[in-house]
């Protein structure tokens, strides 16, 4: 499956023009597999031993275009660095304010939300995000044991 959308993400590359470099692969292949939302500095890091010679600008540079051309969102919350989402499908986020994690959420009653809101107000929707803020199952357990 992995595979598959990388090779189908390098043909839209390709047929925007855009030449194919190790380095773009590599860091494609990388958020493919990847079931975090990673930082560019993350990815610079996780590569670093493949690509020494790449640097941190690079990573960054070649998400945007990943995110221009449509199959990489950038994802800002608060003050923190954006962190990046390789994604083909619909999905939500739900976000822990204590240790920053991002976490997919997948609720498919939310997927007609755009039809819903042309048919009740005329309202042509572009797109649409939704964020979940609370805390998750790590920080829970640690508050726990913190009060045991």
């Not at 925007?16 to 494609?28: G, M, V």
């Not at 990489?72 to 003050?79: A, G, H, P, T």
């Not at 939310?110 to 009740?120: F, G, N, P, T, Y």
């Amino acid at each position: 499956m992995v595979h598959s959308i990388v090779t189908e993400s390098l043909n839209k590359l390709r047929n925007e023009k855009i030449r194919i470099t190790p380095q773009r692969e590599a860091i494609l292949e990388y958020m493919a597999e990847s079931d975090k939302h990673p930082t560019a500095e993350e990815i610079y890091r996780a590569l670093y031993d493949q690509f020494p010679n790449m640097s941190q600008a690079t990573v960054y540079n070649n998400l945007h275009l990943f995110v221009k051309i449509g199959f990489v969102k950038e994802l800002s919350y608060r003050d923190t660095s954006s962190r990046f989402d390789f994604t083909n499908t619909q999905h939500y986020h739900a976000i822990c304010e204590k240790c920053g994690a991002v976490v997919d959420l997948y609720y498919p009653v939310l997927d007609d939300i755009e039809m819903v809101a042309k048919s009740l107000i005329g309202f042509e929707v572009s797109h649409h995000k939704m964020e979940v803020y609370g805390t998750c199952p790590d920080c829970l357990e640690k508050e726990i044991e913190a009060y045991s």
